[in-house]
């Protein structure tokens, strides 16, 4: 195990009062840092400064952060992030993933059907009305709805109520949605993904993982009042870094108990159904040419997660990360032991509930493209007769938009690919449920095989006009349906309700009671200093540029350069995953070696962190985050600065290869860079 990872017991204290002394946090835009940048950096950003940043930066759909880059609503991201959109509108004979795109004129630029994008425009505190409402999980839920949907109302903007805290505070999130996104330029996976595999979570790196897309509105580019201008020079090693983006979750605020049941019972079962649809696509890719394009994008996805839940394990497995947070919390949980005893109990439930929830709830045994929609399809037409108070959260008045619009998306389902994934889940289903009658009803007598080739091959899902009539026929138009994915949407529908009621009642709900506690007390110590675990919504970070010590004793530099690329790839003998492209060899003279290309910065990100802006004290845009090194996998339970580093694009990198690679002058120039040598 990786010493970083060792290294967890200031960070597992940093969970009860966050702020000591490492640049930590992934902090609320309604509550930054100010006192901490101000004190050790001199540095206070405005309430202006703050408000440019939050409505700059965007959040992906799909799990990932990007920021507007120019008055026209140019946007950028990472590769990795657009690479749905690559997958989604690549064909046989013209693949985007592996080719690149570059968009010569606005009319050029090419949709991207499934994507949406989000921009925080106003944070309020409804903590007190959701607590006003109850102490029960329906009472909850029922005021969450009503306050998601009269906002939506009032102001026509999505309108999410996040959980902070564990269940200490409730604070609604309006966002302004783009939903007709188009792509602007994409460079080849070799180079956006250069070193694959291997180099994933490591450093020094050489990856150009980046994308650019446009946001449109009534068939123009967006208008937009905020975009995050260029730096020229970009980050120098020392300077003060601030990132915006949206961190997907960590567990800083859990209890040993809880970090125990993941490690023992939630990692191991991810795990092994990563593995186990990594291994499905690798051989259904190795079929053809076209399967591996079909599958590369799912695999990159697979191979990423993997690897992180991998890391995630091992900071697990390090007995020092349970018995430091066990000692850490020791005097809060001796002042009120109750809270503690609570999760303890729910976790137990959960333990009971866990396998059942996931393969049917959770849907790991139906993992069919096509299966989701037949589940969204039956849940829909049942929501959506209900008051809005009483339906499942996502499908309350503020989310239904969003659920319909995915459903009405024009996107393509390859069917041998969905059976191939279909098969193999229905075989874990039959392992975890073997004598199980519904199980029984489900394979209909047949393989794991032949039965999901029958669901696929039967289907009309798959076309945009059924789906259509379905969703507007309703209840009626479902009942009626004799499609055997709704039969079977519909078959196991009740059985994965069930799953989810008793997981609500018995785990959801007594631990939201538990650590709004457990928050309560913490509040008391150390207010001003506590950031809530993260939850993929907007967060501010701030760090500094600067290399580190590795494991080995080997002194990281705080960047690498495009030079280090071409020997990387040159002692390698540009083979597979470090070849280079055909056009980055050809045009090799045209390019400044020495510029800056990835470098890393002691800030605090964990995944849905990638695609995000690192800007400078002026607010200009020096890099775009797109990993970290492999001590950044323990985040998730604890920041710890010594060797834990994010890693981002340089914006002198971006533009270099933008002009001498690409030729992309025109993306050059609305960036607001030099076209020049």
């Given at each position: 195990?990786?010493?970083?990872?060792?290294?967890?017991?200031?960070?597992?204290?940093?969970?009860?009062?966050?702020?000591?002394?490492?640049?930590?946090?992934?902090?609320?835009?309604?509550?930054?840092?100010?006192?901490?940048?101000?004190?050790?950096?001199?540095?206070?950003?405005?309430?202006?400064?703050?408000?440019?940043?939050?409505?700059?930066?965007?959040?992906?759909?799909?799990g990932g952060s990007g920021a507007f880059v120019s008055p026209d609503a140019l946007i950028i991201t990472n590769h990795h992030i657009g690479i749905d959109c690559l997958s989604e509108i690549s064909t046989e004979r013209k693949n985007l993933v592996a080719n690149g795109f570059l968009a010569k004129t606005?009319?050029?630029?090419?949709?991207?059907?499934?994507?949406?994008?989000?921009?925080?425009?106003?944070?309020?505190?409804?903590?007190?009305?959701?607590?006003?409402?109850?102490?029960?999980?329906?009472?909850?839920?029922?005021?969450?709805?009503?306050?998601?949907?009269?906002?939506?109302?009032?102001?026509?903007?999505?309108?999410?109520?996040?959980?902070?805290?564990?269940?200490?505070?409730?604070?609604?999130?309006?966002?302004?949605?783009?939903?007709?996104?188009?792509?602007?330029?994409?460079?080849?996976?070799?180079?956006?993904?250069?070193?694959?595999?291997?180099?994933?979570?490591?450093?020094?790196?050489?990856?150009?993982?980046?994308?650019?897309?446009?946001?449109?509105?009534?068939?123009?580019?967006?208008?937009?009042?905020?975009?995050?201008?260029?730096?020229?020079?970009?980050?120098?090693?020392?300077?003060?870094?601030?990132?915006?983006?949206?961190?997907?979750?960590?567990?800083?605020?859990?209890?040993?108990?809880?970090?125990?049941?993941?490690?023992?019972?939630?990692?191991?079962?991810?795990?092994?159904?990563?593995?186990?649809?990594?291994?499905?696509?690798?051989?259904?890719?190795?079929?053809?040419?076209?399967?591996?394009?079909?599958?590369?994008?799912?695999?990159?996805?697979?191979?990423?997660?993997?690897?992180?839940?991998?890391?995630?394990?091992?900071?697990?497995?390090?007995?020092?990360?349970?018995?430091?947070?066990?000692?850490?919390?020791?005097?809060?949980?001796?002042?009120?032991?109750?809270?503690?005893?609570?999760?303890?109990?729910?976790?137990?439930?959960?333990?009971?509930?866990?396998?059942?929830?996931?393969?049917?709830?959770?849907?790991?045994?139906?993992?069919?493209?096509?299966?989701?929609?037949?589940?969204?399809?039956?849940?829909?037409?049942?929501?959506?007769?209900?008051?809005?108070?009483?339906?499942?959260?996502?499908?309350?008045?503020?989310?239904?938009?969003?659920?319909?619009?995915?459903?009405?998306?024009?996107?393509?389902?390859?069917?041998?690919?969905?059976?191939?994934?279909?098969?193999?889940?229905?075989?874990?289903?039959?392992?975890?449920?073997?004598?199980?009658?519904?199980?029984?009803?489900?394979?209909?007598?047949?393989?794991?095989?032949?039965?999901?080739?029958?669901?696929?091959?039967?289907?009309?899902?798959?076309?945009?006009?059924?789906?259509?009539?379905?969703?507007?026929?309703?209840?009626?138009?479902?009942?009626?349906?004799?499609?055997?994915?709704?039969?079977?949407?519909?078959?196991?529908?009740?059985?994965?309700?069930?799953?989810?009621?008793?997981?609500?009642?018995?785990?959801?709900?007594?631990?939201?009671?538990?650590?709004?506690?457990?928050?309560?007390?913490?509040?008391?110590?150390?207010?001003?200093?506590?950031?809530?675990?993260?939850?993929?919504?907007?967060?501010?970070?701030?760090?500094?540029?600067?290399?580190?010590?590795?494991?080995?004793?080997?002194?990281?530099?705080?960047?690498?350069?495009?030079?280090?690329?071409?020997?990387?790839?040159?002692?390698?003998?540009?083979?597979?995953?470090?070849?280079?492209?055909?056009?980055?060899?050809?045009?090799?003279?045209?390019?400044?070696?020495?510029?800056?290309?990835?470098?890393?910065?002691?800030?605090?990100?964990?995944?849905?962190?990638?695609?995000?802006?690192?800007?400078?004290?002026?607010?200009?845009?020096?890099?775009?985050?797109?990993?970290?090194?492999?001590?950044?996998?323990?985040?998730?339970?604890?920041?710890?600065?010594?060797?834990?580093?994010?890693?981002?694009?340089?914006?002198?990198?971006?533009?270099?290869?933008?002009?001498?690679?690409?030729?992309?002058?025109?993306?050059?120039?609305?960036?607001?860079?030099?076209?020049?040598?």
């Amino acid at each position: 195990m990786p010493a970083a990872l060792r290294s967890v017991a200031l960070g597992l204290l940093l969970s009860v009062c966050p702020f000591l002394h490492a640049d930590e946090g992934m902090w609320l835009f309604n509550a930054p840092p100010l006192e901490q940048l101000r004190v050790r950096y001199g540095f206070e950003p405005s309430a202006q400064w703050l408000e440019h940043l939050q409505h700059s930066s965007i959040r992906f759909n799909n799990g990932g952060s990007g920021a507007f880059v120019s008055p026209d609503a140019l946007i950028i991201t990472n590769h990795h992030i657009g690479i749905d959109c690559l997958s989604e509108i690549s064909t046989e004979r013209k693949n985007l993933v592996a080719n690149g795109f570059l968009a010569k004129t606005r009319a050029d630029e090419l949709p991207c059907r499934s994507l949406e994008l989000n921009v925080l425009a106003s944070i309020e505190d409804v903590t007190a009305r959701v607590n006003a409402a109850g102490n029960s999980e329906s009472d909850r839920r029922a005021a969450i709805a009503a306050i998601e949907e009269e906002s939506f109302t009032e102001t026509k903007l999505r309108s999410d109520v996040v959980t902070l805290y564990q269940g200490g505070a409730y604070h609604l999130y309006r966002y302004h949605a783009y939903t007709d996104v188009r792509l602007v330029f994409a460079p080849e996976e070799d180079a956006a993904f250069f070193g694959g595999d291997p180099d994933n979570f490591e450093y020094p790196r050489y990856n150009f993982d980046v994308c650019f897309f446009r946001a449109y509105e009534n068939g123009r580019p967006a208008p937009i009042s905020h975009w995050l201008r260029w730096s020229a020079a970009g980050a120098k090693e020392g300077d003060l870094v601030l990132s915006s983006g949206n961190p997907g979750f960590t567990d800083r605020g859990r209890t040993a108990a809880h970090l125990a049941f993941l490690r023992d019972i939630v990692d191991p079962f991810i795990l092994e159904r990563i593995r186990r649809r990594e291994l499905t696509l690798r051989k259904f890719a190795q079929r053809s040419t076209e399967n591996e394009r079909r599958a590369a994008n799912e695999l990159l996805n697979l191979e990423n997660a993997r690897k992180s839940y991998e890391g995630e394990l091992a900071a697990l497995q390090d007995p020092a990360t349970i018995e430091e947070k066990r000692a850490a919390e020791a005097s809060l949980r001796q002042s009120e032991p109750e809270p503690w005893q609570t999760i303890e109990r729910a976790l137990a439930a959960d333990r009971a509930l866990h396998v059942e929830r996931r393969m049917f709830e959770s849907a790991w045994g139906f993992d069919s493209a096509l299966f989701s929609q037949a589940r969204q399809i039956v849940r829909h037409a049942a929501e959506s007769a209900k008051p809005n108070g009483e339906r499942l959260r996502e499908f309350t008045d503020a989310r239904l938009i969003g659920v319909q619009s995915e459903l009405l998306a024009e996107t393509s389902t390859w069917q041998d690919l969905d059976a191939r994934m279909l098969a193999d889940s229905l075989a874990l289903l039959l392992e975890k449920f073997p004598d199980d009658p519904l199980v029984r009803q489900v394979m209909a007598g047949k393989g794991p095989k032949a039965r999901a080739t029958e669901l696929v091959r039967g289907t009309k899902l798959g076309d945009v006009e059924v789906r259509r009539a379905l969703l507007e026929g309703g209840a009626e138009a479902v009942d009626a349906s004799d499609d055997p994915m709704i039969l079977l949407a519909k078959l196991v529908d009740e059985r994965a309700r069930n799953a989810r009621r008793r997981w609500e009642s018995e785990v959801e709900e007594p631990l939201r009671q538990a650590y709004a506690k457990i928050a309560s007390a913490r509040f008391r110590t150390a207010k001003s200093d506590l950031y809530p675990d993260a939850t993929f919504s907007p967060r501010l970070g701030f760090g500094t540029v600067r290399g580190y010590v590795d494991e080995e004793g080997v002194t990281q530099p705080w960047s690498t350069t495009i030079a280090g690329l071409y020997d990387r790839a040159a002692a390698r003998a540009n083979a597979e995953p470090y070849d280079l492209p055909e056009r980055w060899l050809a045009r090799k003279g045209r390019v400044a070696l020495a510029t800056p290309f990835n470098f890393v910065a002691a800030i605090d990100t964990v995944g849905g962190s990638s695609g995000s802006p690192l800007v400078d004290r002026s607010g200009s845009m020096v890099g775009l985050v797109f990993d970290g090194n492999l001590p950044t996998l323990g985040f998730s339970f604890a920041y710890q600065e010594r060797d834990g580093r994010t890693i981002a694009v340089h914006t002198r990198g971006i533009v270099e290869i933008l002009r001498a690679v690409y030729g992309a002058t025109g993306l050059v120039r609305e960036l607001g860079a030099s076209t020049n040598a």
